[in-house]
């Protein structure tokens, strides 16, 4: 893939291809400048493999994760004196598997990344667009209610829901999309507020392009940069304030392993066992810059702009 | 631009409106009454309960309790709380200083290394030093707070001994607040060592507070400059022959500066959420660990009162936001 780009034919060129065609040469074209950047590959790579932990975690963690060994009570990881290999990262206060349940710990968190992105990405960049475009009342409308909703922290919106509904990660997980949502509208706005002053917008409009067509085809391809960059700064976030609302007791609840709850159990052993301290936030943090480094180099591969400089 | 900042101010009506229903709507959302809660275990009798909902005015119509709520948050009435009986407005002026001065400390540790280090490394893009500070930024963003706050006071608490735990001075230290804020109190106090105690608090928190706006600050800063340095004005200025230092100054970072003013401003609610777990963790007496300490004692009026304030505390930072926005970008303030 080495000649690339010089003989790709360029997406805008008169010959008209057929669609297969054209969507196969621009994921090739994304690939060649994807694989460019090292760091994304290697957060491609460790996200890939947390997928494939998340799928087959029954079958790959040695242990139940919530299997209590009587007789194992807070033993250190296997390289310490008192370790064993039968527990490889050690056992938490009541002698359950730490490694497993770190394994099984990956579903939680990609679940909620999936599932808070999507919803927070779809209706951010819908709003925005609708009120960059049109502006007016519509503007003025869509953007008061986003400053309602920015108003609060995201974190402390998911509590006070949580009070309200009773502690539960897919109370937490709409929260955080409704918090995080508002950031898409206002890049999506202010991206979409610059790029129509621009001469080829003008150009397309001037040419018979349809408002569906300016929004969608001629502007949005221009402002998903930024987006994509949010995205995945997003999805860590959501992670993250998940992990949070965990750790203060109030996401997900015991036994399930998610690494936030794991944490918040770890608090009293911080100067005994560091065992159970360090590992799952090690997790949490492997996890959130893998999608953070392939994100960029998303951006990079996307960015018209940026990458052929 | 005396419109424009009319213009602006009017709009923060609706958001106060919209703030103050959402607050409103809390304390009559959770399951069971107010009344119930404040009777807890123990429970009420119905003609108690009764005379409980007169006595409160939970009895009325919505529309009437809403306008009471409006016009008491008007004079500054909060309501007293649940479990200490104090006015919820009071409790939050004595605790506030705390947290503004830990977010304070926080905004300007994450800017003072982050903005400088986004701009170097979008200027220098490809070099070792882009490389570090981008991949410092990442495993910063990437940081459960949390877990950075529990890793240092293992570190720096337990093993080494260098700060204290928790708290905002060592009790050995005691003097009136003037200002509430911990480091100018001490240093007026004149106590020998006081001040060298409460910055020596300061510093952890500070950190792990500070880590992710600073690496938002200064991915932002080099994105945006990196899409600067490629516009046709900053060529043109080169090739005018400008020194490089005044290129990147006055023509790319001004511009460059656009997104990034309104990045910090979006840090505050980061700053207030990154609050409430700091705050837990180093037992920093802030409203961020008050609002979860509320929340968990179920003292409703307390978390009712401190969503006002705190949503207020957001809405006139993104005012202040959106008119520097309109200062330092002229077009946006006059198509409008």
């Known amino acids: 893939m080495r000649e690339i780009p010089s003989d790709m034919p360029t997406l805008n060129s008169g010959e008209k291809t057929s669609e297969p065609e054209t969507s196969w040469m621009r994921l090739k074209e994304f690939w060649s400048y994807f694989r460019e950047n090292k760091g994304a590959v290697v957060g491609l790579g460790v996200v890939v493999f947390v997928i494939l932990l ?3 975690a029954d079958v790959v963690a040695p242990h139940s994760p919530i299997e209590q060994y009587r007789d194992h009570f807070l033993r250190p990881p296997a390289w310490q004196d008192g370790g064993s290999w039968q527990f490889f990262l050690g056992t938490d206060a009541v002698g359950r598997d730490m490694l497993s349940r770190l394994i099984h710990g990956t579903r939680y968190s990609l679940f909620i990344g999936c599932i808070v992105v999507s919803i927070s990405l779809v209706s951010g960049i819908s709003l925005g667009l609708t009120a960059g475009y049109f502006g007016g009342w519509i503007d003025t409308i869509i953007m008061r209610v986003m400053d309602v909703i920015l108003s609060y922290p995201s974190l402390l919106l998911a509590l006070v829901l949580v009070a309200i509904l009773g502690p539960s990660l897919i109370n937490a997980m709409i929260a ?6 508002p950031h898409y509208v206002r890049l999506t706005r202010a991206q979409v507020i610059s790029e129509s002053s621009r001469d080829y917008v003008t150009a397309s409009r001037v040419a018979g392009a349809g408002t569906l067509r300016l929004m969608f085809i001629t502007l949005l391809p221009n402002c998903m940069a930024p987006l994509i960059v949010q995205a995945t700064l997003s999805f860590s976030t959501a992670i993250l304030d998940a992990a949070a609302l965990g750790f203060l007791g109030m996401g997900a ?3 399930t392993p998610e690494w936030g709850t794991l944490l918040a159990d770890a608090r009293e052993f911080i100067s005994s066992a560091w065992w159970v301290v360090t590992f799952p936030g090690l997790a949490i943090l492997i996890t959130v810059l893998s999608f953070n480094l392939m994100g960029d180099g998303m951006r990079d591969a996307l960015d018209p702009k940026l990458k052929r400089s | 631009m005396i419109r424009f900042l009319l213009a602006r101010i009017g709009l923060l009506i609706p958001t106060f409106i919209g703030v103050s229903i959402i607050a409103f709507s809390f304390i009559r959302l959770i399951p069971g009454d107010p009344i119930e809660v404040l009777a807890g275990e123990r429970g009420v009798s119905p003609e108690r309960h009764a005379e409980l909902m007169a006595q409160f005015g939970y009895d009325r119509p919505l529309w009437e309790q809403y306008f009471e709520f409006l016009s008491n948050l008007l004079h500054g009435d909060l309501g007293s709380s649940i479990v200490t ?5 009071d409790e939050f002026l004595t605790l506030f200083p705390a947290t503004l001065e830990l977010s304070a400390m ?3 540790f994450a800017v003072i290394i982050g903005l400088p ?6 200027v220098k893009r490809g070099s070792v030093f882009d490389h570090t500070v981008m991949t410092t930024a990442l495993v910063g963003y990437s940081m459960p707070i949390f877990w950075l706050g529990l890793l240092m006071i293992i570190l720096f608490s337990s093993i080494l001994g260098w700060t204290p735990v928790s708290g905002r001075i060592s009790f050995l230290y005691y003097f009136e607040p003037v200002t509430g804020f911990m480091l100018i109190d001490s240093y007026l106090s004149g106590q020998e060592g006081a001040f060298r105690s409460a910055l020596s608090h300061l ?3 500070t950190i792990a507070l500070g880590t992710i706006p600073m690496a938002v600050i200064a991915r932002q800063t080099r994105s945006a400059m990196l899409e600067v340095l490629g516009e046709d004005y900053v060529r043109t200025a080169r090739a005018k022959g400008l020194p490089p230092y005044r290129v990147i100054a006055i023509h790319a970072l001004r511009n460059a500066l656009i997104p990034v003013v309104t990045t910090i401003g979006l840090q505050v609610g980061v700053l207030l959420a990154g609050a409430i777990l700091t705050e837990t963790i180093f037992s920093w007496p802030g409203i961020g660990k008050w609002m979860v300490d509320s929340i968990f004692r179920r003292d409703y009026t307390s978390v009712q009162g401190g969503l ?6 957001i809405m006139v930072v993104n005012l202040i936001v959106d008119l520097l926005y309109g200062l330092i970008n002229p077009r946006i303030r006059h198509t409008r």
Do not use: E, K, N, S
Request: proline share 11%; charged share 5%; hydrophobic share 70%.
């Open chain 1, 176 to 181: 955080i999309a409704i918090v995080l949502q």
């Open chain 2, 308 to 313: 006002m304030m705190i949503a207020a505390i």
């Open chain 2, 106 to 108: 926080a905004i300007l």
């Open chain 1, 253 to 255: 609840q015991p036994p």
């Open chain 2, 85 to 89: 009986r104090q006015p919820v407005i």
């Open chain 2, 117 to 122: 280090a986004g701009v170097i490394a979008g």
């Open chain 1, 54 to 56: 998340a799928i087959f």
């Open chain 2, 203 to 205: 510093v952890l928190p």
